[in-house]
């Protein structure tokens, strides 16, 4: 399963983004649920079923993506989170300098996981 830190929070300024997104990772047995809660003011809390604690941080839109960048609570770990704003599906989440994605890609057939907004 791709081992994620957590979730981040990204910055933005188009309201008809703020609400809630779940994305679920599954590889092989293993499933983890990422929600990301995206806040009016470009804020954004974020947290993955397989760990305690949450991620905040802000959001903000970078061409075709919508960006998420946060910090782990009670640690100093950056998060950063990329999702293409139309379709939801997800380009990076990982630290700053390694995307998790590309493992859970390495998989045959697999494809990259979609947000869905769900509130």
């Known amino acids: 399963m791709v081992m994620v830190a957590f979730l981040v929070g990204c910055?933005?300024?188009?309201?008809s983004y703020d609400g809630t997104?779940?994305?679920?990772?599954k590889q092989g047995e293993k499933e983890?649920?990422?929600?990301l809660e995206l806040n009016p003011d470009n804020t954004?809390?974020?947290?993955?079923?397989?760990r305690k604690g949450k991620v905040n941080g802000k959001w903000k839109f970078e061409g075709d993506e919508l960006v998420c960048t946060g910090?782990?609570?009670?640690r100093n770990e950056d998060i950063t989170i990329k999702f293409n704003k139309d379709s939801l599906?997800?380009?990076?989440?990982?630290s700053n300098d390694k995307n998790f994605l590309d493992d859970f890609l390495?998989?045959?057939g697999a494809e990259p996981p979609v947000f869905e907004k769900i509130k």
Request: charged content about 25%.
């Open 21 to 25: 997104y779940k994305m679920v990772l």
């Open 32 to 35: 983890m649920t990422l929600t």
């Open 71 to 74: 910090k782990v609570d009670k």
């Open 11 to 15: 910055g933005g300024g188009d309201t």
């Open 89 to 94: 599906a997800a380009k990076w989440f990982g």
């Open 44 to 50: 954004f809390v974020g947290t993955n079923s397989n």
């Open 106 to 108: 390495k998989e045959e």
